[in-house]
């Protein structure tokens, strides 16, 4: 998937492939890409870190922890091994060495994400959560300056709004994206429906909510406006929102990095570097 903010009016001639390059990324838009992966990495990381305090999710606001939507935990079995149970809306999932239960074979420990996916260390609350506000409060502005940038440029609704056109040709555009057959020539110039749906639902939605509900897990934010308590339904409910948004988030980021493999690394990272890309020529596409 191309990131929005490209500017693909530009073009010069003298691609090696043979098609046009053109400049398809501004410097902000580069610049917020690489620094929100960054934050977002060790968000992610950092996260993990706290989530293992507590490895659960309610709904509401009850500090009594009632009966939990997804709980990971370690029980110990008949042979006197632990195991890891990861239990969803009453369905119980054994996944000792991910989720539970993890580390080497001959050191298994109690933890509800595995040490490799947290930072700054396997048991450091205080610090993960020092890395996660830091990284958070990076991520929250610049997320607000990008749709600033995107509204206030006309790049919104000139690059992300579905046109009605668009819509009656939605399932060619699936079809072809599940057969891996990704736009050549003038037609690479633009975003299909889908990477327009997707970027909406990201920029508009998933991002924001991180943001808010990370907001009112902290009594200070929650003190200065409670009624973001409100909005989500409780303390605990802002916690699972934030933890949903967090896990649609890596979906995102692995469907986009497995995109950017099978669509061309070289071309996709140039245009992420420098801002220009080449488009792949049409007639070598039909010869592929």
Request: proline letters at 5%; hydrophobic letters at 50%; one cysteine or more.
């Amino acid at each position: 998937m191309r990131s929005p903010g490209a500017n693909p009016d530009t073009a010069v001639d003298g691609a090696k492939q043979g098609g046009k390059v053109i400049k398809r990324h501004s410097l902000f838009t580069r610049v917020w890409h690489w620094v929100n992966a960054i934050c977002l990495v060790v968000l992610l990381m950092s996260g993990l870190q706290i989530f293992n305090a507590h490895p659960a999710l309610y709904w509401g606001n009850d500090s009594s922890f009632g009966d939990s939507a997804l709980s990971i935990f370690a029980v110990q079995g008949d042979d006197g091994e632990l195991r890891g149970i990861t239990e969803i809306g009453g369905l119980r999932f054994d996944t000792t060495g991910v989720l539970g239960v993890s580390g080497p074979a001959a050191d298994l420990e109690r933890r509800g994400f595995p040490a490799w996916a947290t930072i700054p260390g396997p048991r450091w609350l205080a610090m993960g959560r020092q890395w996660h506000f830091l990284f958070g409060w990076i991520f929250a502005p610049m997320l607000v300056a990008y749709l600033l940038y995107l509204i206030l440029s006309g790049q919104l609704w000139r690059r992300l709004i579905p046109r009605l056109h668009e819509w009656r040709g939605i399932g060619r555009t699936i079809r072809e994206h599940m057969l891996l057959r990704f736009p050549r020539g003038e037609e690479a110039r633009h975003y299909n429906i889908l990477q327009k749906l997707t970027y909406l639902l990201v920029l508009l939605a998933i991002a924001p909510l991180i943001v808010l509900t990370g907001l009112t897990m902290s009594p200070t934010v929650d003190a200065a406006w409670p009624w973001l308590l409100d909005l989500f339904g409780g303390r605990q409910s802002a916690r699972t929102i934030h933890f949903i948004c967090a896990t649609a988030f890596v979906a995102f980021f692995v469907i986009h990095v497995a995109l950017v493999l099978v669509s061309g690394v070289f071309n996709n990272l140039r245009s992420m570097i420098t801002g220009h890309y080449a488009l792949p020529d049409e007639e070598t596409s039909r010869h592929e």
